[in-house]
């Protein structure tokens, strides 16, 4: 079955500093993975989707995520904060190899940009 | 372009009382059609999904049901609310056969 571990439910960085959000997945199949990101009582916009063409993937707002099988992560990374950064984020795997939506949802990490 | 319209956006309801959430989708045809509840805590669970008109897989048992009466509309209802109903509902869609979501603002639903 697959599942996902978001390490660390609150994340708190200087603004300019690096941005690392860990992500473990487990998956019985090739994984479809995603991170997705969601501003306060909003819904969830799309940040970036592994799908096996490159193992790192760059996505919206300066954000990049690195799949490493070896050690089953997806960690998602910005090297410099910025204070609209501000928000939770969420991985997230793919039930069944990647052809439906149907998703699931690491519990999400809050990060916080202080000035 | 499309767009996703949930409503309403808030909404507060009494122990027992019924539910209807409504979700279109506008800009496309035959999409996929998703409900997730978000839980204080507890991340994103997929409540309800479908694939067309009348055709609602269910994912998790609860008291809570979904409906597909027209292609872009999808309805999340109940007959009687729970405490433990309270959350943060969302929808979403995407397209037939592909993984990516796209979702509406959500609806908070506290139960009292």
């Known amino acids: 079955a697959q599942s996902v571990t978001q390490l660390g439910s609150h994340v708190s960085v200087s603004e300019g500093a690096l941005v690392l959000l860990r992500c473990n997945y487990s998956s019985s199949v090739p994984p479809y993975l995603f991170w997705y990101v969601q501003y306060p009582n909003q819904g969830l916009q799309l940040l970036l989707k592994y799908t096996s063409a490159a193992t790192l993937v760059k996505g919206i707002n300066g954000f990049e995520a690195e799949f490493k099988k070896s050690e089953t992560s997806f960690h998602l990374t910005k090297p410099s904060a910025h204070m609209s950064d501000a928000a939770e984020y969420f991985c997230?795997?793919?039930?069944?190899?990647?052809?439906?939506?149907?998703?699931?949802f690491g519990k999400g990490t809050k990060l916080s940009v202080k000035p | 372009s499309q767009t996703i319209h949930q409503w309403p956006a808030t909404l507060v309801q009494p122990v027992g009382s019924p539910l209807s959430l409504e979700c279109t989708v506008e800009g496309t045809s035959n999409p996929n059609l998703y409900w997730y509840r978000q839980a204080a805590g507890r991340g994103l669970q997929l409540l309800f999904y479908?694939?067309?008109?009348?055709?609602i897989s269910s994912e998790v048992p609860q008291n809570l049901s979904a409906s597909r009466p027209q292609d872009r509309q999808f309805i999340l209802s109940s007959k009687k609310l729970l405490l433990s109903d309270s959350g943060f509902y969302l929808c979403?869609?995407?397209?037939?056969?592909?993984?990516?979501?796209?979702f509406g603002a959500g609806s908070r639903l506290t139960v009292l």
């Open positions: 479908s694939v067309g008109i009348g055709q």
């Open positions: 997230a795997v793919s039930v069944d190899g990647g052809s439906q939506g149907n998703l699931i």
């Open positions: 979403a869609w995407s397209v037939r056969g592909a993984n990516v979501l796209t």
